[in-house]
């Protein structure tokens, strides 16, 4: 999703559009050239969108876990028309990654009535609900691209602040916002 609207903005074609998912996840997890052997790591993926990106576009990687830094972070981004790519994960899952394409009822210093705007590749998955839909049910109710492309349930939804971050669930970065965006 990421790739498509990136190619969009520029509008220059390059070959990660027309990438498959399985052929992207292929290159982040198991080329030679990643940075990082750690699966589905941030390094692998800022990596990826560099390779295909840069220049014109610099990618970074933030982390924290104040919620007022993650979120005028988010609206930064978004402001300047820049998606942001979230790690999420919920009881079932370690992982899981979501895209912020748009924000509303923000006022800053006040996260608790703002809500994301988010592309989610796993459909019915949410972090914030003890969803059963993972793993192969993943699927079900299908996936979203940036390009509208295919419509189901993960297209814009709607997530708090809370659901753009690293849940309870995980002992090591419980409460963290990491985020992948990109600037010219």
């Known amino acids: ?59 970074e990687i933030k982390s924290t876990k104040d919620a007022d830094e ?48 988010c592309h989610d590749p796993y459909g019915k998955f949410n972090p914030q609900l003890h969803s059963k839909d993972y793993g192969k049910r993943r699927l079900q109710g299908a996936m979203c691209f940036w390009s509208g492309g295919e419509v189901g349930p993960g297209k814009a939804v709607s997530y708090d602040y809370q659901g753009i971050r690293r849940s309870r669930f995980d002992k090591h970065s419980a409460g963290t916002y990491f985020m992948i965006s990109a600037a010219i």
Not at 90 to 106: A, F, K, S
């Open 1 to 59: 999703m990421f790739a498509k609207y990136l190619e969009k903005k520029i509008a220059i074609p390059t070959a990660a559009g027309d990438l498959g998912i399985q052929e992207i996840w292929n290159a982040i997890n198991t080329s030679k050239d990643r940075p990082s052997k750690e699966r589905n790591s941030y390094q692998n993926m800022r990596w990826w969108l560099a390779k295909y990106f840069t220049p014109p576009f610099e990618f």
């Open 70 to 117: 993650a979120i005028d972070n988010v609206v930064g981004h978004i402001d300047v028309a820049f998606p942001v790519m979230v790690s999420t994960n919920h009881e079932w899952t370690y992982g899981h990654i979501i895209l912020v394409i748009g924000y509303e009822e923000y006022a800053p210093e006040s996260c608790s009535s703002v809500r994301f705007i």
